[in-house]
């Protein structure tokens, strides 16, 4: 990979570096460091833990990724291609083995590697090789794609998600495969073949469900939310942590009880309140009218990335928008759905504010690439 100048050249070819969008990602990662740190505060306290400790290590990833939103940012994408291959080969390496002796186990799933105090999830970093793979392929097929490429598209994406789903991460398989299908979609796919996989994907799901191809605990995630007045015992946990998530939110009211304040989250009700469930933090504390503010501002971190896809000029920089824009659309739509009780419970993180390094890095750098596609447009 070559660097570009860091000005100069690219904004005379008709692309500029989009300031908004970077200073948007850094605002939403900083304000979601103080609802991590509002959200775990009390707990630690109360184990006698330093109550920031959870706060500094996300700054510490925020830092980190923040730089390299800017690195990418200043990289020429059309030189993806020499590397994209190696980046996937390297990704289905690591998910080999992480679930191997080499990976560590907790809470059931064994998706991390242990170095040191840090835990990286390779899964995170998938997402990223396959929108990489997939669209440097689709640039190949400028005049479309035909049956016999979106079967090797489909080959490519199935082996990582396959290895995702063992770990098993039924989450990060499902932005995957969305992400997939918007990024065959924007790269041309006959219409009749979307359908096809619309409805390949509706049987699968089904199937998977009836057929007990998911664990149990996976399809009560899935479907407590449909059943949230059940009295079915196996699914009272997943219900439990909807039913305090929605609590949080509705406690806030219109105003909110203010920052560092809020029955919910002080007194550690809402599970995974700082990972999977962040936006009850928000809501309890800043109500209505804030939920609606950071809602808004992770719309205009969408609206920035659909617009790079819009604009592109070729091939290769509008289908990697449009993966990213997927993949970071959805992330938003189902963490926010899950904690109002409208979507599934999947463990999808919030992007930007949700505690953990593996997945600010990974929204960090995937914001650069398209940066790297925005800097470079038209030249």
Known sequence: MVMAPLTGSSTKRGGEFDWMLALATVVLAVFGSIMIYTATKSGLAVAGLDGSYFLKRQMVFVVIGAVAMLVVGRLDYRRAEQFATAFY????????????????????????????????????????????????????????????????????????????????????????AITLLVMLAVAGIPGRILLLLLLGAAVITVVAVAGGFLSSYQVHRLTSFLNQNSDNPSLQQAIYNVK???????????????????????????????????????????????????????????????????????????????GVFAFFSFSVFQNAGMTMGIMPVTGIPLPFLSYGGSAALVFFMATGMVLAVEARRGG
């Open 89 to 176: 080969v390297v990704l289905l390496v690591l998910l080999v083995l992480v679930l191997s002796p080499f990976g560590s186990n907790a809470l059931g799933a064994q998706r991390w590697f242990a170095i040191g105090p840090l835990l990286i999830q390779p899964s995170e970093f998938a997402v990223i090789a396959l929108i990489l793979a997939v669209s440097t392929y689709c640039s190949r097929r400028p005049e479309g794609l035909t049956l016999r490429d979106v079967s090797r598209l489909l080959l490519m994406a199935a082996v990582p998600m396959g290895l995702i789903m063992l770990q098993p991460d039924l989450g990060t398989a499902i932005i995957m």
């Open 244 to 322: 305090q998530a929605k609590i949080a939110i509705g406690s806030g009211g219109f105003w909110g009880s203010g920052i560092g304040h809020g029955a919910q989250t002080n007194l550690g009700y809402v599970p995974e309140q700082q990972t999977d469930f962040i936006f009850t933090a928000v809501g309890e504390q800043l109500g209505f009218l804030g939920s609606t503010l950071v809602i808004a501002a992770l719309g205009f971190v969408g609206f920035r990335m659909l617009r790079a896809a819009m604009t592109a000029k070729e091939t290769l920089g509008r289908v990697m928008c449009a």
